[in-house]
């Protein structure tokens, strides 16, 4: 009796023991990919697989009021943003407090450090920045060796569609500057320039023209402060009037930027007016020690340019500087327009700004 009951009791443990080693259910396999990001019905929707993480946040910086993230059974974290207006955002996940992008998304931003996707609400009809049913301009890429680094570097050339069809046309040239962080691709994937330009041309808003797109970003160290002036003025201009048919002289050259590429026009444009005399500055000013040029350079504005238009959203971290230089260009007497909207320091601005910009220039009463 007492063997039978020994037998028993191990019996028991062993079962106790086995049922304590019995590994947890595993979630449940996911039949299909995950469909990041989805827009539906007004809502858009974006998904991330991350079953053993404890704590997943979409970050979509222009949107706020962004809910929590729901996790599935299957181990998919997901939300929906209801009523998004449309435009093109961007957005990362925030995986246990490591930055990542939307794996289940081709579309990222490029730049110098590639960090957000992103994904685009369609308006209807379609935005002045979306493709249209209209005749479209080409996009090209161009190589050159820098003078200033001694590397190769390239730059971006739109062509307007008729372009190759009136091989007797000459055309005026806007040299167009990204911000700081992205590159010569900037202001196609997340600005739009080309349908912009395609657009307005389909419209008879705008004169047909050149846009060329530089890649501005170069080593902020000591000694690399004009190594961009140097490949523009040296390199990229010669380059694109010997490749292109370009109207010859400074009022058939525009140059226009965002943020860092605002400050490169004011360092830049204001300086050499003698080869740009049409201007746009979006979200860029001066800083807090005043001038950025001479007074011999802001003579010469005063005289030789013909559009300095101005930019700014009423949010934006720039807007300071901005008023700065309002004041200097005020004071030396140097015309100009001054543009402030809703908003902050956003794409979405320097696209209306482009936009706005782009009937003002090489206009009869501006040649």
Not at 22 to 36: E, F, K, L, Q
Not at 64 to 71: C, H, N, S, T
Not at 82 to 87: D, F, K, L, R
Not at 344 to 358: I, K, M, Q, V
Request: hydrophobic share 40%.
């Amino acid at each position: 009796m007492k063997r039978f009951a020994a037998a028993v009791l191990l019996l028991i443990v062993a079962g106790n023991v086995s049922s304590a080693q019995t590994p947890a259910a595993a979630p449940p396999a996911r039949t299909g990919p995950v469909i990041s990001p989805e827009m539906k019905d007004g809502k858009l929707t974006l998904r991330f697989s991350a079953p053993k993480a404890q704590h997943v946040t979409a970050a979509i910086p222009a949107l706020k009021g962004v809910p929590p993230m729901q996790k599935d059974e299957a181990g998919v974290w997901s939300v929906t943003v209801e009523n998004v207006a449309p435009e093109i955002y961007e957005y990362q996940f925030q995986v246990d407090g490591i930055s990542t992008l939307d794996p289940g998304n081709p579309w990222v931003k490029s730049g110098l450090r590639p960090a957000y996707s992103l994904v685009e609400v369609p308006m209807q009809p379609p935005a002045f920045w979306e493709a249209h049913e209209v005749p479209h301009g080409a996009v090209a890429i161009h190589t050159f060796q820098s003078k200033a680094l001694g590397v190769p570097r390239t730059f971006r050339v739109y062509t307007p569609p008729d372009y190759a069809k009136h091989p007797e046309a000459r055309y005026p040239v806007l040299y167009l500057l990204h911000g700081a962080g992205d590159m010569d691709d900037g202001w196609t994937v997340v600005g739009r320039a080309n349908l912009i330009a395609d657009n307005l041309l389909a419209e008879q808003k705008a004169r047909p023209m050149l846009i060329v797109m530089p890649n501005g970003s170069y080593p902020r160290e000591a000694g690399h402060q004009g190594d961009f002036e140097t490949d523009l003025l040296q390199s990229i201009v010669p380059l694109v009037e010997s490749t292109y048919r370009v109207a010859e002289g400074p009022s058939n050259r525009a140059m226009a930027g965002l943020s860092m590429g605002g400050g490169q026009v004011v360092r830049i444009g204001l300086k050499h007016t003698d080869q740009f005399t049409q201007l746009g500055v979006f979200s860029a000013g001066v800083g807090p020690a005043g001038r950025e040029g001479g007074p011999d350079d802001l003579a010469a504005a005063k005289r030789q340019v013909s559009l300095l238009w101005l930019g700014c959203g009423q949010d934006d971290k720039a807007l300071e500087g901005f008023h700065r230089l309002e004041a200097l260009l005020t004071d030396n007497g140097v015309k100009f327009e001054s543009h402030i909207s809703p908003g902050g320091h956003t794409w979405s601005n320097w696209r209306h700004y482009l936009h706005d910009f782009l009937p003002r220039l090489f206009q009869p009463a501006q040649s």
